[in-house]
């Protein structure tokens, strides 16, 4: 094993700090990954403040993972030394169960191992560590072939962020002239609108905050709807054929509910937590679909990073030094950032 430079946190009341922690040798169908960048998410502030539960210290975060390949292992075919690659929320999984075998590893049914915060699978005793750290060392099928066109800081957030994203808008076929709703325009919603624009569709940005609407349409929205504008909301009514519900904490759904074409779906990738209670009739009279969704697969995170290639997507960004985490975190959670943080590990090394 190898002991490289990390940071992480220790208890749920503690500030991030320096850590050693433990990687893996390398084995015969392993990539070894050398951390350039790593994004900053929300659930990584839950996991280290453990605002979720279950959190098991030392916590060492990150699952934006962008790096260059310094060693494969004998087994390893698909890349090579000098690779750009990125690393997800995941790094392992069964590989054998229904879902594996359907590319969707993160319901594998017995469960995936996380990029921090699972039993490693290769290190008895020990959990997974994640991104806030110089190096990894992750199986080949975890690894992804990240575009050499696009800004890797700025590829980093894809990883999480953009998959969360991505994967309703596909599964659900989001297409050219459909009429896409975005609720919230955070790390989640700035993506939600480059994605559903370069598809093809009309995008919507639903927010609380007028002073967005510029932001938004300079990321793409072709209009902007105050949700506390009752009239505005009227008008946009039964009308959408999408909506992508990006807000982080319990809400009221009646509103966007109302929103809805008859069998059109609002799904949910940024609530972990209860809903308020919403009336069924909205539901009933449409025949419309609540619905959620977690990150996406292997080969669908693949395809992601392959599209923002094609249309050189990537995150707004602001990057951080490792030593700035703390403020960093204090400051996502006041929502003061454009729209991802992503730390420069050059500072860490």
Known sequence: ????????????????????????DVGETDVKIDILYCGVCHSDIHT??????GAKYPVVPGHEIIGR???????????????L????????SCQTCNSCKNDLEQFCENGATFTYGSADQHIKG???????????????????????????????????????????LRHWNVKKGDKVGVIGLGGLGHMGVKFAHALGAEVVMITTSP?????????GADDVLISTDQEDMAKHAASFDFILNTIPVGHKMDPYIQLLKIDATMVIVGA?????????????????RVAGSLIGGIKETQEMLDFCGEHNIVSDIEMINMQDINTAYDRVVKSDVKYRF????????
């Open 211 to 219: 002073e967005k609407g510029n932001d938004a349409k300079a990321l």
């Open 85 to 92: 690659v990125g690393v997800g929320c995941m790094v392992d």
């Open 126 to 168: 020990q959990q997974t560590y994640g991104g806030y750290s110089t190096m990894v060392v992750v199986d080949k099928e975890f690894v992804l072939r990240v575009p050499e066109n696009i800004d890797p800081a700025g590829a980093a957030p894809l990883l999480c962020a953009g998959i969360t994203t991505w994967s309703p």
């Open 342 to 349: 992503v730390i420069d590990m050059k500072s860490l090394k």
């Open 48 to 53: 280290a403040r453990n605002e979720w539960g």
């Open 69 to 83: 390949v310094v060693t494969v292992g004998d087994d390893v075919a698909n890349f090579k030394v000098g690779d």
């Open 272 to 288: 972990v937590e209860p809903l308020e209670p919403f009336h069924g009739g909205g539901l009933i009279m449409g025949r419309k």
């Open 1 to 24: 094993m190898t002991t490289v430079k990390a940071y992480g946190s220790t208890a749920p009341e503690n500030a991030l700090e320096p850590l050693d922690i433990k990687r893996r």
